[in-house]
């Protein structure tokens, strides 16, 4: 297998970098070939066919920087991984291309599917590039076969107090193969029997809880479901997973979260991950 050279700009000891950098470091396809505090000292060397950029926070970067980046890319991988503190930089701050950034929490599966389009020799999508062709780019026609079939043989449910976004969920995850029942939030009060629940075809292996709005509905709802679905990997489905966010689940127990706008590059990334740590083999 052919191996990419990267190049790391920022701090990747942070907390909030630490999984993608060992992701980087274990991946067959990729040769960590140098690493940078800043921009400037990237740009004394040769490209890379693949450059990260790690931030922290809005404005970690210049622009004067930012543009002498992209100048010396040009025609190259380039993706600023952003941490949860730049999640509205895309709204008040337009230093980077939309083309480039990335959060943190999806960056493992973009960077990955951009392993795929060097293999195949496709061109990197230039920093230009509008909302539309960026989306267009990013998400692939080709149906996981091998997921699909090990995901019929699995229960799962979908919850939500939205009767639309459960119906969407449930029809996109049986798209990816898994047959699954939509309901609406759980309420248990103290003389229910919160005995485990399954189906005709068995136990529920997924429940897919709906996050939002957080508050004590869905609070009570998502413990309700650990309840009667014991057995289930129970995935949290935000529009934002930030620190206000986590610091609220913590007591909850571990709880997967993936990020509902983008199902490819979140859900779909997700469980084709773990079906591979079940399995032992690479997705």
Not at 69 to 94: K, M, Q, V
Not at 106 to 114: A, D, T
Not at 176 to 184: D, E, F, I, Q, S
Request: hydrophobic share 40%; glycine share 6%; with cysteine.
């Amino acid at each position: 297998m052919t191996e990419q050279s990267l190049i790391v700009i920022g701090n990747a000891h942070r907390r909030e970098f630490g999984p993608l950098a060992q992701w980087l470091i274990r991946h067959p396809s990729i040769r960590v070939i140098g690493e940078h505090a800043e921009i400037r000292s990237a740009v004394e060397h040769d490209p890379a066919d693949l450059t990260i950029v790690l931030q922290s926070w809005s404005d970690q970067y210049t622009q004067k920087d930012i543009n002498l980046l992209i100048g010396h890319t040009l025609f190259r991988r380039l993706f600023c991984c952003y941490g949860p503190w730049c999640e509205s930089d895309g709204r008040n701050r337009s230093l980077w291309p939309d083309a480039v950034r990335i959060p943190i929490r999806l960056s493992e599966s973009v960077i990955e599917h951009e392993l795929k389009a060097i293999r195949l020799g496709q061109d990197a999508i230039p920093p230009t590039a509008s909302g539309d062709e960026i989306f267009s780019h990013r998400i692939s026609p080709v149906r996981d076969v091998a997921l699909a079939e090990r995901l019929d043989r699995m229960n799962g449910a979908v919850v939500g107090a939205d009767r639309v976004f459960r119906r969407v969920l449930a029809q996109t995850l049986r798209s990816l193969g898994l047959r699954n029942a939509a309901v609406p939030l759980i309420r248990l009060n103290n003389r229910d029997d919160p005995r485990p629940q399954s189906t005709e075809r068995g136990p529920i292996h997924f429940v897919f809880h709906d996050l939002d709005p957080w508050g004590p509905d869905v609070q009570a709802s998502l413990a309700a479901s650990h309840h009667i679905f014991p057995d289930a990997v129970v995935v949290g489905v935000a529009t934002m997973h930030d620190g206000g966010l986590a610091t609220e689940l913590a007591d909850d127990g571990p709880l997967h979260i993936v990020p509902k706008l983008d199902p490819q590059h979140g859900l779909e990334w997700w469980l084709r991950n773990h079906i591979a740590s079940q399995t032992g083999s690479r997705p």
